[in-house]
């Protein structure tokens, strides 16, 4: 089955720990975007990337970082300078950017970050 | 900059009753407008998109949008809900200009309850 998986599903972090949350996707996109999501807040955009080897920062990239060494896969880390990290992370692509049409995009089932 | 505005946070409807999710958006420009739905703890899944060939939307599972130009509004309406509706609704604005990245601007999302 094509489609995107986000690992694990739920994350612990520990103060002054980086943790890393796997996407990984089979439907051959070349777009990839990290979304958190907090509640009454939708969602905001923290990196994305439209091909591999290139990503740019999003609205709250502060604290977070991330690399596209494959096409399939966009880890994004939650560094220690991250002051407020729980919340729930969403992975999504889409086939490519287009400047002609509305390309949607396809999440992941999503990671829930905690902190202890 | 775009952005979005989704009317009440918590809508509820009985079941058989029509339902009727507001979103209007600011935008220098015709946008690309989207919505999706999202179950508990679970990533989002599209429901319909405006793409400016039809002012009227049909999507999934018996929902329809129409694009207001006018009124800057994209409200997302069924004829009548069913229990299986409940879930968190997201209205969402693209840049369709060069240079937008297909990057989504997020409303805060509206939880649909559907009573018996």
């Known amino acids: 089955d094509g489609g995107i998986t986000q690992s694990p599903k739920y994350l612990f972090r520990k103060e002054g720990q980086n943790v890393t949350l796997s996407c990984e996707q089979n439907l051959n996109h070349d777009a990839m975007y990290w979304y958190r999501q907090d509640p009454g807040q939708g969602l905001r955009l923290i990196y994305y990337s439209q091909i591999v080897n290139d990503f740019q920062k999003g609205d709250i990239a502060e604290g977070y970082s991330v690399s596209r060494e494959k096409k399939e896969s966009f880890p994004l880390t939650v560094t220690s300078a991250q002051k407020n990290p729980t919340a729930f992370y969403l992975c999504a692509s889409s086939p490519r950017i287009s400047s002609f049409l509305p390309e949607t995009q396809y999440f992941g089932p999503g990671t829930r970050l905690l902190v202890l | 900059a775009q952005s979005v505005t989704q009317l009440g946070s918590h809508v509820s409807v009985s079941e058989g009753a029509l339902v009727l999710l507001r979103c209007n958006y600011s935008s220098s420009v015709p946008p690309y407008l989207f919505w999706y739905v999202q179950y508990p703890n679970q990533g989002l899944q599209l429901l319909l998109k405006y793409t400016s060939a039809a002012t009227l939307v049909k999507g999934i599972n018996g929902f329809e949008a129409e694009f207001k130009k006018s009124e800057t509004s994209f409200h997302l309406t069924k004829p009548s809900a069913h229990m299986s509706d409940a879930a968190e609704y997201f209205c969402?604005?693209?840049?369709?200009?060069?240079?937008?990245?297909?990057?989504?601007?997020f409303g805060t999302g509206t939880q649909l309850k559907v009573e018996l």
């Open positions: 969402a604005v693209s840049d369709p200009r060069p240079g937008g990245g297909n990057k989504l601007t």
